[in-house]
């Protein structure tokens, strides 16, 4: 998402996972093989192959969206740092958007005077300032089904070593 709204990436994702082994060919940047990042089984294979067990933690998205507070203080736990730190996760930072059609340039404009104005007003009010603009001329698109049971079925061997190495069921990732 964060490509498209940076307008670094131009086709839709099922069409640009099946370009990468030719972007991969012409020697692209790995962070456009949209699914090899989502290898996480083997990533975190890899990693404990080089880092002893109690150094690693592995967390959820899902848990932290259900709990972010909490998650915050499991984190702090594993890293020594008070678990009494308050933590403000009410607002959801840095999310991957895409320009509607006609909109780019006037986000971008906008995202380039956003320091500014955070200086010269605060920046509760230019975010009370940005982010309407922000929604209306922007959208975080969806995976279609179809797509979604493709990457279950590219990432199936994957989701069942990670599933392994976690204990826990990824069922849910190889379905609609």
Known sequence: ?????????????????????????????????????????????????????????????????????????????????SPTVEVDTRAELNVSIVPRPGWRLALHTLDAMAPALRRAIGRRRARAILDPVRRVGSYRPRLSPDDRRNIGRVLADDIRRLQEITGRDLAGWMSD
């Open 1 to 81: 998402l964060h490509h498209g709204r940076d307008g670094l990436e131009r086709e839709a994702f099922a069409r640009a996972v099946a370009e990468w082994p030719g972007r991969h060919a012409d020697k692209w940047w790995f962070g456009f093989d949209y699914l090899g990042g989502s290898r996480y089984g083997a990533q975190i294979e890899n990693l404990r192959r080089h880092f002893p067990a109690e150094q690693v933690r592995i967390l959820w998205y899902d848990d932290f969206r259900r709990d972010p507070s909490g998650m915050c203080r499991t984190i702090f736990g594993f890293l020594g740092i």
